[in-house]
């Protein structure tokens, strides 16, 4: 069967898919919309598409079907679909959600897995691992995430607030600064950036990164990154309350004003990115050359 007719029985099956879950879509979309840590659920069918598209001559030159193990995967998924019907309505709305959206993902793949067999699956295992990101974060998971990063941005935001000289004290997420207390709620912990800078590390890996080390190290550099800009920011928002106006800390600028901060912290990742790239690109001893960074797209057609 050729290529074309194959994509076209997969869209009907995905088409279907997301018919029959259309309320658990909606839902999803609704909830993306109004939270913080869900924002980027939206975008991210649409990263994994573009990512598959990339590199679709190395993901769909070896296809076939793969009836059994498919509709292992899908029957999966549709044991998920029946458990969050029954078992999950007695879930929060957030975990409820999360099982759901499990659900359909995991039958989606399983029709992937049927449609193009394991050759693709393999090739395409990023972007389709890649639409977990589309889940919403389980309660318990995601509190333990906003407690990690909002200790650790006080703790960045104090150290850079002794910096400026001004007088502090600290007691936990509590600032007591001249005439001025400043408390770090969890509002403040940065999930939203948190969650888009970790994206953002994952595909830069992915599109530039060839060893599974040098993408982990990546990872990694992100999370101090990550606690230094937000602390930035609260620092920054602190001594303007402190030294210039505190509605400041009640303004437009305290409630959208991460743009700037992420921007840095993506500028503050390239470097890492740039290093752990070259150490890639040098020559070892003994052996050929190693290909250069634009040769890694060489599949991208």
């Not at 997969?10 to 029959?20: C, I, M, P």
């Not at 912290?265 to 740039?274: A, D, H, M």
Request: glycine share 8%; aromatic share 10%.
């Amino acid at each position: 069967m050729k290529l074309s007719h194959r994509n076209a029985l997969f869209t009907l099956f995905a088409s279907f898919l997301l018919l029959l879950n259309a309320g658990t879509i909606q839902r999803l979309i609704h909830f993306s919309m109004d939270n913080a840590q869900a924002s980027q659920i939206l975008a991210v069918p649409f990263v994994s598409v573009a990512l598959i598209w990339l590199n679709r001559a190395g993901i769909f030159h070896d296809i076939r079907w793969s009836v059994m193990p498919g509709m292992i995967v899908a029957a999966l998924g549709g044991l998920l679909i029946i458990a969050g019907r029954t078992a999950g309505t007695h879930l929060n709305e957030n975990d409820h959600l999360a099982l759901l959206t499990l659900a359909v993902i995991v039958l989606w793949l399983g029709g992937f897995l049927l449609f193009y067999g394991p050759a693709a699956s393999r090739a395409a295992l990023f972007p389709l691992l890649f639409l977990l990101f589309a889940i919403p974060i389980p309660s318990a998971l995601l509190d333990r995430i906003i407690g990690m990063l909002q200790s650790g941005s006080a703790a960045a935001a104090y150290w850079l607030m002794r910096l400026t000289g001004t007088p502090l004290y600290r007691q936990g997420f509590v600032f007591t600064l001249p005439d001025l207390v400043v408390e770090v709620a969890p509002e403040c912990s940065g999930i939203r950036s948190g969650i888009a800078l970790l994206i953002a590390s994952l595909i830069a890996g992915h599109l530039f990164l060839r060893s599974a080390w040098r993408r982990v190290a990546l990872l990694f550099a992100a999370l101090p990154i990550l606690l230094f800009k937000n602390g930035l920011r609260i620092a920054v928002l602190t001594m303007l309350a402190v030294h210039y106006d505190k509605r400041i800390l009640t303004s437009q600028l305290h409630r959208e004003g991460g743009i700037p901060f992420f921007v840095l912290g993506l500028c503050l990742i390239y470097p890492v990115l740039r290093m752990l790239v070259n150490s890639e690109r040098r020559k070892p001893v003994g052996s050929s050359e190693a290909p250069s960074l634009s040769a890694q797209f060489g599949g991208f057609q």
